[in-house]
């Protein structure tokens, strides 16, 4: 059995370990309120201009052609990882680099490996797993997760948008958090480019409507389309945001009672040396005091 010190020791680091997780939880609680509430003004935005741009596209019928819809053969293949930056948030960044490995290889498989594959991670987390592959990275953009703004996404998707175009990248694959509640998470790999519409509806149920369009359709799609894919790339980043946060609150939460648990297992510990200590010492004065009567 341990003596009394080494179990005052371990009992004053649980304490302190304990009062670091419980801020920690604190102070996630207070950013994850500000990403939450980021992220659901967000939302009904992002939902209401892809309905509008998927009625436009039903009464245009195909009459005008979608560069960054173009589909093509992938041999090579871009995947954004949206991680975070820092790590105590449990199995979070550990199940979206779980995600983004088998879609790089199922792209590989698929290739036989003669596809290429570019990994741009968006989380510092993301940047040092990818980073001790063969895979080549793309740096630039690591950073965007501390603090997401939509100027820096937009500078992202631009980028995105412009290597499409060029032939650089024919495919891009998000894989972000998409944020439920402070417990659960759901892990998304969303095709960012070429730009796919998915209403839920087939083509014989969508809703045509005849719009009046100035100055011309092909300028309205032109401007809408970019713009929508900027919005959901910064809609991605804020759910992994939000969802970062809740993780962390959910770890520290744990580990907090974890740590609560443990010091009750260490005080009884504590108080069973005592006491056992205590005995010792009346049982070594009776035996001296009876000595001294013999």
Same mark, same amino acid.
């Given at each position: 059995?341990?003596?009394?010190?080494? !179990?005052?020791? $371990?009992?004053?680091?649980?304490?302190?370990?304990?009062?670091?997780?419980?801020?920690?939880?604190?102070?996630?609680?207070?950013?994850?309120?500000?990403?939450?509430?980021?992220?659901?003004?967000?939302?009904?935005?992002?939902?209401?201009?892809?309905?509008?741009?998927?009625?436009?596209?039903?009464?245009?019928?195909?009459?005008?052609?979608?560069?960054?819809?173009?589909?093509?053969?992938?041999?090579?293949?871009?995947?954004? !990882? !949206?991680?975070?930056?820092?790590?105590?948030?449990?199995?979070?960044?550990?199940?979206?680099?779980?995600?983004?490995?088998?879609?790089?290889?199922?792209?590989?498989?698929?290739?036989?490996?003669?596809?290429?594959?570019?990994?741009?991670?968006?989380?510092?987390?993301?940047?040092?797993?990818?980073?001790?592959?063969?895979?080549?990275?793309?740096?630039?953009? !690591?950073?965007?997760?501390?603090?997401?703004?939509?100027?820096?996404?937009?500078?992202?998707?631009?980028?995105?948008?412009?290597?499409?175009?060029?032939?650089?990248?024919?495919?891009?694959?998000?894989?972000?958090?998409?944020?439920?509640?402070?417990?659960?998470?759901?892990? $998304?790999?969303?095709?960012?480019?070429?730009?796919?519409?998915?209403?839920?509806?087939?083509?014989?149920?969508?809703?045509?409507?005849?719009?009046?369009?100035?100055?011309?359709?092909?300028?309205?799609?032109?401007?809408?389309?970019?713009?929508?894919?900027?919005?959901?790339?910064?809609?991605?980043?804020?759910?992994?945001?939000?969802?970062?946060?809740?993780? $962390?609150?959910?770890?520290?939460?744990?580990?907090?009672?974890?740590?609560?648990?443990?010091?009750?297992?260490?005080?009884?510990?504590?108080?069973?040396?005592?006491?056992?200590?205590?005995?010792?010492?009346?049982?070594?004065?009776?035996?001296?005091?009876?000595?001294?009567?013999?």
């Amino acid at each position: 059995m341990p003596n009394l010190k080494e !179990v005052r020791v $371990r009992i004053g680091s649980v304490i302190s370990t304990q009062q670091i997780t419980k801020a920690m939880k604190m102070v996630s609680a207070s950013k994850l309120r500000r990403a939450q509430t980021s992220i659901q003004q967000l939302r009904p935005y992002t939902r209401k201009l892809s309905a509008v741009i998927d009625n436009l596209n039903a009464s245009l019928e195909g009459e005008i052609e979608l560069p960054l819809a173009t589909d093509r053969q992938v041999q090579h293949l871009a995947v954004v !990882v !949206v991680t975070s930056d820092k790590g105590l948030c449990g199995g979070f960044n550990a199940n979206l680099i779980k995600t983004a490995r088998k879609i790089i290889q199922n792209f590989q498989k698929q290739s036989g490996g003669k596809g290429m594959c570019t990994v741009i991670p968006v989380g510092k987390k993301g940047m040092d797993f990818f980073r001790k592959s063969d895979l080549r990275i793309d740096t630039r953009f !690591v950073g965007l997760i501390q603090r997401p703004s939509f100027d820096q996404s937009a500078t992202l998707g631009t980028a995105l948008m412009d290597d499409f175009l060029n032939g650089i990248y024919d495919s891009v694959q998000v894989v972000y958090s998409e944020f439920k509640n402070p417990v659960i998470q759901y892990y $998304r790999a969303h095709t960012f480019l070429p730009m796919v519409q998915d209403s839920g509806e087939t083509s014989s149920d969508k809703k045509r409507t005849d719009y009046i369009l100035e100055p011309n359709a092909a300028q309205i799609i032109a401007e809408m389309i970019p713009a929508y894919l900027r919005l959901s790339l910064h809609r991605a980043i804020l759910d992994t945001n939000a969802s970062e946060h809740g993780a $962390r609150m959910t770890s520290m939460d744990k580990a907090t009672e974890n740590a609560g648990e443990l010091l009750k297992g260490l005080k009884l510990q504590y108080n069973r040396a005592r006491q056992a200590a205590i005995t010792t010492e009346i049982t070594e004065i009776v035996g001296g005091a009876a000595a001294l009567v013999g």
